[in-house]
């Protein structure tokens, strides 16, 4: 119906509006308003998510790119783990349906203390917060994160930003370094996985594909709320940055510890 199509593009511009500036495509948020507020059914949810990335990211890629942040080492390493990762996830989730609950507590653990820790260190005052720069990991580590979190975005529908971000960041990475990185990766991932999913639709049964035209409206929207945030980022400072990321990600623990005591 166009009035679902209508409200997934203003949700999809408004989530990617705000989490665009620190590598995440917002899927995550998005996520629970089609289940919940669009009736998307399962396992379909999860393509039509991944179908959003893929019509959305380019913009914030575009925008990156002008700016001389997309070609990196980093991101080349990222998605060399997420693309195998969600081929796998896929396959899990048509042919296991592995229960949510397990991974919402599982993130929420994980996410929890990244947002706690990062929000803390940018509400330091101006003198304490100088970052020391971390080692960053090495490319085996950083690939073998991307298959994991490839393996959960399959599963779940998420481009795994929410994820990798916080936790590179939180190596001492700057978020203007990671956000694009993050974001190409995520484009490539939801790509495959969507693409997967409507493969397995040929000849799996049950609601595989993809809803198009949804996935299709959020990610217009999303498109547009990703290339304005994306185009903010470079006005944001570091700090600013941070804080906004370690914002997400406890707000990503609060969502998963709600769904998994429902």
Known sequence: ??????????????????????????????????????????????????LFNVVAVPGALARYRRAGQLNTPLARRMAAGTVP???LGAL??????????????LMAVVLLPLGVWLCARSLRGASNTQDTPADEPSGPVVTALALGVGVVGGIY?????????????GRGLPVARVAPAALASTFLTSLVGALTYALLALTGRGNIAPDWPLGAACGIGGLLGGYVGARLQPRLPERALRLLLGTVALALAALYLIQAMT
């Open 157 to 169: 529908g998420i481009g795994g930003g929410s994820l990798l971000g916080p936790i590179l960041v």
């Open 92 to 105: 899990v989730r048509v042919f296991a349906v592995p229960g949510a609950r397990v991974f919402h507590l």
């Open 1 to 50: 119906m166009w009035q679902a199509d209508l409200l997934g593009l203003g949700a999809g511009a408004l989530i990617a509006l705000a989490t665009t500036p620190v590598g995440v495509s917002g899927a995550v948020f998005l996520l629970p308003v089609q289940l919940s507020v669009l009736n998307v059914p399962s396992p379909a949810v999860t393509p039509t998510n991944l």
């Open 85 to 87: 990762g969600v081929v």
